[in-house]
Nanobody
């Protein structure tokens, strides 16, 4: 069973930065894709950023140029560096890992951006 534990959420003013970290309970070197999604009340969970085992990245248009996803196979972590944060970035952020088409999720961490 794969466990993902997020950390690094919190309250920040608009224009500020936060770095989210996700630690996996097992080696991530074989995970096809890892990344971050976010969800606000009443809305579907949406992709923020993902990174494949080969290092290819995908970003939501709303975060391109502001957020960067990092993957460290040696530490079994995937981080999300979030810069120039906006109130619209406020959400619960979930770490995600995909292995053989099975999706694993963390418990989520709250990010709140004040205007």
């Amino acid at each position: 069973q794969v466990q993902l534990v997020e950390s690094g959420g919190g309250l920040v003013q608009a224009g500020g930065s936060l770095r989210l970290s996700c630690a996996a309970s097992t080696s991530i070197s074989t995970f096809n894709t890892m990344g971050w999604y976010r969800q606000t009340p009443g809305k579907q969970r949406e992709l923020v950023a993902t990174i494949t085992s080969g290092g290819s990245t995908t970003y939501a248009d709303s975060v391109k140029g502001r957020h960067t996803v990092f993957r460290d196979n040696a530490k079994n972590t995937v981080d999300l560096q979030m810069n120039s944060l906006k109130p619209d970035d406020t959400a619960v952020y979930y770490c995600n890992a995909v292995l053989y088409r099975i999706y694993y999720w963390g418990q989520g961490t709250q990010v709140t951006v004040s205007s």
